[in-house]
């Protein structure tokens, strides 16, 4: 009796070893222009994302994209049930997609990661040993796959960032980043651009979280322009630069975060049917695909459009 115990004993450590990990992951894919490479990007998380968590979703950010990502999101959507899209009807920049993510994400852990295929999602596995100790994991490029003059770009932004506001990351904008979900009860998001993954860590250093590195792989993009370099975006990420130095001089620790603040409801209110879908627990379910306008007024219909 005593070996039967012991080989059923086995059996089920193998069992358990098998199965997900037991927490809730939210999977956020910011993408503006991205039609030949969201498709890939969603079924390569959908491969991993079983493996990593026992309770996962998709969401796509479509941010005003003027290609075929908007209905290549929708057909996803409708496709896979874990997968829900949101779409800016016009381009609010990375920050605002970012933020659309977060507050509609559901789940204990938020990831993002951009949605142009750079990053290896099996390397998520990575970044979740560490997310039950952290507030924040995030990764830096162990060998960055980008153009010289975005290396350079890069890395006097990185300098900038350290002298003005003190943060010590080796890669501040990588995006491949995954929060406790307590994290955004604190942390607000103003920055529309993308001066938001300073904005965030920078909030959180001024809070001592808890923010662990881990070294990820970086590859070539396989199609597709990314506008990270684009004067525009450069001129407004300055801009965002010194605000926010002016800001965190008035932090302190009783702000409400972007899940507290009273623009939450606001929000919420863009990424729900009409009056809710109903659920069997009572509440209410987001819906499959949203549409969502620039200056936060809606007029939301049964297929969720905001004009």
Known sequence: MRDVA??????????????????????????????????????????????????????????????????????????????????????????AALKSGILAAQYDYIFFTDSDGQFDLQELEHLLQYASEYDIVTGYRAKRQDPPHRLINAWGWKTLVRLVLGVRVRDIDCAFKIF?????????????????????LAQANSFAMRIHEVKVSHYPRRAGKSSGANLRVIARAFKELFRLWGQLRNVTHEQPGLFRTEGLLTEVALYRRDAFDAAPSGGGILARSVRVDSDAQSKVGSNCFAD
């Not at 080989?7 to 069992?15: F, K, L, N």
């Not at 030949?36 to 979703?57: D, F, Y």
């Not at 307590?182 to 965030?200: L, Y």
């Open 180 to 200: 406790q979900r307590s994290v955004f009860d604190r942390v607000q998001i103003r920055s529309v651009g993308a001066m938001v993954n300073t904005e965030i």
């Open 6 to 95: 012991s080989v059923e004993g086995s059996r089920r450590d193998c069992m358990e070893l098998e199965f997900p990990a037991p927490i809730s992951l939210s999977v956020i894919f910011p993408a503006f222009n991205e039609e030949a490479n969201i498709r890939r990007t969603v079924e390569a998380a959908r491969m991993v994302l079983p493996k990593l968590a026992q309770t996962w979703e998709i969401i796509l950010v479509n941010d005003g994209s003027r290609d075929a990502t908007t209905p290549i999101c929708d057909e996803l959507a409708e496709q896979f049930p874990e997968v829900r899209a949101i779409h800016h009807m016009v381009n609010r920049g990375y920050g």
